[in-house]
Structures are given as structure tokens and as C-alpha cells.
């Protein structure tokens, strides 16, 4: 019975400090909800032959911009947002077989780590706070599952969903299969993590 009780309490401990999203590919975006209600919803938008990616919370007020360069430099996400005064710039790093990526704001360092298959790993200097997982078919309930601690920016974790994961030639909504990354990786995806607060 003692044993018993310990596990409950172990998984309500757990589930007290972890926050669930869910992601959904619809309208050639990604409409992101947490407990059914409607939080963020992410599009691109084409102007003057020019991808930009838009960001707009539940009352449809834009509150980020992204527009995707690649060049000398590498692919950059350079974010535009009225919550930061500089523009938010997330960068690939890495070498050309194990990369992620990487932003600086307001002295820390973030890291979007891809892993092999199909999660992707959230770091705040150099610890984890969160990793998003995608479906391998357009036919599922649920396309994106994002589990984060629950003091996470979440706001900041769509965003770098976002970069990642729209471009305007993609259509999730007709049938396919997407098998994720098959190159190398950075590090591994670590099975064991769990939100700590």
C-alpha cells in the first residue's frame, strides 16, 4: 500500500511541474493549444518574393515576426518581437553532420538541439527545459506534442517551433509521412528527462 501510494504521488509530483502543448497543422500553419483553448497560432506569409513567418496569440494581435536567411552566414532566424528590444537572432551552429541551434537573449544561451527521428530538445544554458515530438503522419490527432517545464517562455519555444517547422511549401494537411532527422545528431535525445519545475 506504502508502495502504492508513493508512485501516485511521484506521478502527481511529476505532472504538477510539467506543462503539455499541443500542436496542429491546419490552414498551412500551426494552431497551438493547451488544455483545448486556443494560445498561439503560427503562418508564413509571402511579400515582395520574401517568406515571413507570423506569430499571433489567442486575440489574433501579431506578436512575432521571422524572417529566415540563408547565405555565407548560415541559416538564420532573425525574430522580431515587441517583448525584446534587439532582434532575436537563432543561428545554426555546429558542424555540417552533428548541428543545432542557437540564440543569445538577455545573457543566456538557448539551444535547439535536433535529434535523430523526430524530437527536437530545448536548453537554457546548457539545461534542458523542454522537447517537442512530431508525428510521423499527417493523419494523426495531434502533429506537434511540446513537454516543457512549467516556468518555460513558452512564448519563445513556439517561436523556435515556428522557425523549424513552417514553410510555406509545406501542406501537412494532404497525407504524408515525415520520418524526421536522419542524419547525424548533435547529442542524443535524453529518454529519461522530465520537467523539474
Excluded at 503522419?137 to 515556428?162: A, H, R
Aim: hydrophobic share 40%.
Amino acid at each position: 500500500m506504502l508502495i502504492f501510494q508513493f508512485i501516485i504521488f511521484a506521478k502527481f509530483n511529476w505532472l504538477a511541474f510539467h506543462m503539455k502543448i499541443i500542436g496542429k497543422y491546419t490552414d498551412g500553419g500551426i494552431r497551438f493549444f493547451k488544455n483545448d483553448l486556443l494560445i498561439f497560432y503560427s503562418y508564413t506569409r509571402i511579400k515582395w518574393f520574401r517568406q515571413r513567418k507570423i506569430i499571433t496569440n489567442n486575440k489574433d494581435e501579431k506578436i512575432k515576426e521571422i524572417n529566415t536567411s540563408i547565405g555565407f552566414k548560415g541559416i538564420r532566424h532573425i525574430i522580431k518581437s515587441k517583448s525584446y528590444l534587439n532582434e532575436i537572432i537563432l543561428k545554426l551552429k555546429g558542424s555540417f553532420t552533428k548541428n543545432y541551434f542557437e540564440a543569445k537573449i538577455n545573457n543566456n544561451l538557448y539551444k535547439v538541439v535536433i535529434h535523430k527521428g523526430l524530437t527536437v530538445s530545448f536548453f537554457k544554458n546548457n539545461a534542458q527545459i523542454g522537447y517537442y515530438t512530431k508525428s510521423t503522419s499527417s493523419l494523426e490527432k495531434e502533429d506537434i506534442i511540446i513537454i516543457c517545464n512549467s516556468n518555460v517562455q513558452l512564448e519563445l519555444i513556439i517561436t523556435f517551433i515556428t522557425c523549424l517547422e513552417l514553410s510555406y511549401q509545406e501542406d501537412r494537411e494532404n497525407i504524408g509521412l515525415d520520418f524526421g532527422n536522419i542524419a547525424g545528431e548533435y547529442i542524443p535525445f535524453n529518454k529519461n528527462w522530465k520537467p523539474t519545475n
